[in-house]
């Protein structure tokens, strides 16, 4: 695939295993769409499929997999902790390879219209797929869940749908439809139990208070290991990788006595970023993906079609 | 493919490069062989090509190209400093993935028999492909080259072919055949201009010596830029790597005062040993190739074939 899109539908179900295999069916039911992965949490009632699939099936794939929750899944009847406000909750299409964000985010407009169309559930759009500026950030859209925005989306305007008429999907409820960058997730753990070095560290090293660009990061405590947490997310890794945001927490770490234990990523990372920092490590003056032998196959493939 | 061997055959031709295309068509015509570079020395008149292919149809792009090279190159009036033996010289298998050194060794003996009966080119077998200990060696099977075993292989016993009459093909010659392991050729470049200190550092990193097991190296001076290079091959890069070869050195100048400048790959690189190299200085406690995006992509597709 020359050209990818990932996209991680979050959906009102985590208990019954049946019904997530029966979503994992309606993804792969479309040519070129992948199941990469599931995420299944009984214990706030949810769960994540990401899937991969190029630009010209994501749409649908996405679509099949909304029906089928639509049918499979009875909001009215769902219980759980965390905010959502449909069967299929959130919808984020994310840019992988070959892919700029405005092309994600006609996407992710045509996918709307659909949904809305062919499904009748209606549609709000955030992050880069926003329409409105206060409706950016997904917590926002999202607050207060199902349950307030049923009392709402008719009489508050504000709360009216971005596509669609102002009144919920009797079961599936609403959908919220976006664009987001693709995130490492990355967190580098420190040998201390004293989460204030953790926080200290998490804020020298963000984007807000003057760190790295593109990387956000919180201290935590791990109480069960009696150590502390620098967890990050770096949105744009061909900016900011993985290695200078080691080598950022290392510095302060080092400035402040305390040692770094190890690091781990979280759900997946793009080759490329292990690779810029395998070549940032070893120095390597003449790295280029073209050195990687799975890569020269690939495009030896590739010329060959 | 799941399965790879690579194939580099050499060939005594390096100058005309319509020859050299023509070799190239030979290996594509064969169903899964892709070529993924070619090197041609004018100085030396030689030329490499690189490719791979799934174990079932190596051995025939071997042959398809071997047969190619003895039609269109003419060993009588070739001219080059390198010593060769053969149109094509060398002919080495190697294992990449998904396949035994004893595999690619049948591969080798069967490839040899059908160049022998089909094309009437009498075989040598080499280094893990050799079948007497003192053909391990490819420079002890080459010394001489073409010029020698013309006047050696029916009257010295010593110098008879493995497979095949005691007579050089009229035009092709010999063949010497092989596997080798996949080797990455690695250098670390020092910011000094004493060759010495290069050399002390190859001295106690390399196997030979004591330092590192499967690695090779050599001090060398690189005069147009004044400094000088501890130039290496990692011949299992899985049991020692790119980050331990590049630790070594390291250290190695440190103890001496001396600045490591950068690093360089010569050739190809697999994956594996960049994605190893990052997890090891990012200090990856969850590091798995499962973690990678591409990875779980094309695992994906797997599954679904």
Known sequence: MDRIVECVPNFSEGRKTETVARLVEAVESVEGALVLGTHVDADHNRSVITFVAPPETVVEAALRVVERAAELIDLNAHAGQ????????????????????????????????????????????????????????????????????????????????????????????????????????????????????????????????????????????????????????????????????FEAVRREAVRLGVEVIASEVVGLVPQAALLAAAAHFLKLENYSPDLVLENRIAAALERRK
Chains 1, 2 share one sequence.
């Open 82 to 245: 965390h905010p959502r406000m449909g069967a299929t909750d959130v919808l984020p299409f994310v840019p992988v390879r070959g892919v700029s964000v405005e092309e994600c985010v006609a996407l992710a407009h045509g996918a709307g219209e659909r949904v809305w169309r062919e499904l009748g559930i209606p549609i709000y759009f955030y992050e880069s797929a926003a329409l409105r500026p206060e409706r950016r950030n997904l917590a926002d859209v999202r607050r207060g869940g199902f349950e307030l925005l049923r009392g709402q989306i008719a009489s508050v305007p504000e709360r009216a749908p971005d596509v669609g008429e102002a009144r919920l999907h009797p079961t599936a409820g609403a959908l919220i439809v976006g664009v987001r960058p693709l995130l490492i997730a990355y967190n580098v753990t420190l040998k201390t139990a004293d989460v204030g070095i953790a926080r200290r560290i998490a804020r020298a090293v963000r984007e807000r208070d003057g760190g790295l660009l593109h990387l956000k990061a919180l201290g935590f405590e791990l109480e069960s290991r009696g150590v502390v947490q620098v967890s990050m997310n770096l949105t744009s890794y061909e900016q900011t990788n993985l290695h200078q945001a």
